[in-house]
């Protein structure tokens, strides 16, 4: 095979432009091949670009939103289905945690009760030998469903036996706390015991029911 038959056809591009500008546009089955196929590949072009715009631009944002909001579903789906095969461990430690909340909340007396556990930290002192100066019980402040009633309490003793009745407080069957405390040296090795105990108390129904309307209350 010689060299001339494999050179690559030569374009006049002067013929080329001529077919271009002497197109009938009444008789487009005339029209020489280059411009024919120019045309055509211009209008399938436009037409790409106006299915894009017009429709398959808008098809394809919905298709990547429905895409979203199916991995958003899977996740659901997946995070429901741990929660149903743990559904037992679930209901076990809900039930744990209702047996404590509840042995929690017999260690809070109630309204009646209050006055009782007020004369055992008093005893506790005096069990002790220590010598009270002040015991002054202060205003309750209510909670969601229970009731902090501070005690202001200045005792005079020594180390061991103040020592002692801090220990007998956290021994009672009720809450009691000791807080703020502030211990100061007096005479003859005696210490001087400045503190505020805490106690609480449950609310009862009505009390509960009270606090709720107040709190809805107060959003309004």
């Known amino acids: 095979m010689s060299a001339k038959s494999l050179s690559l056809p030569k374009f006049d591009l002067q013929q080329i432009a001529d077919d271009f500008r002497y197109m009938n546009p009444n008789d487009p089955g005339a029209w020489p091949i280059i411009p024919k196929i120019t045309i055509l590949a211009g209008l399938f072009a436009l037409i790409l670009a106006g ?5 398959w631009s808008d098809q394809l944002v919905e298709l990547e939103t429905k895409q979203h909001e ?10 429901k289905k ?3 095969v743990n559904l037992d461990l679930y209901t076990q430690q809900l039930a744990e945690i209702d047996r404590s909340f509840g042995a929690l909340l017999k260690q809070l007396p109630n309204k009646s009760e209050i006055e009782a556990l007020l004369i055992e930290v008093n005893q506790a002192g005096l069990g002790r030998g220590l010598q009270f100066e002040l015991f002054r019980p202060g205003g309750e402040e209510v909670k969601d469903f229970y009731a902090e009633l ?3 309490v200045k005792v005079n003793g020594t180390y061991h036996d103040i020592g002692a009745f801090a220990a007998d407080i956290a021994k009672l069957p009720r809450i009691v706390t000791l807080n703020n405390i502030a211990i100061l040296p007096g005479k003859d090795g005696v210490l001087s015991l400045d503190a505020a105990i805490k106690t609480f108390r449950y609310l009862d129904e009505e009390e509960v029911a009270k606090q709720k309307k107040s709190a809805q209350g107060a959003k309004k």
């Open 51 to 55: 299915g894009w715009w017009f429709v």
């Open 70 to 79: 199916e991995e958003s579903l899977r996740q659901q789906y997946l995070e």
């Open 82 to 84: 741990r929660q149903a």
């Open 150 to 152: 501070p005690v202001q």
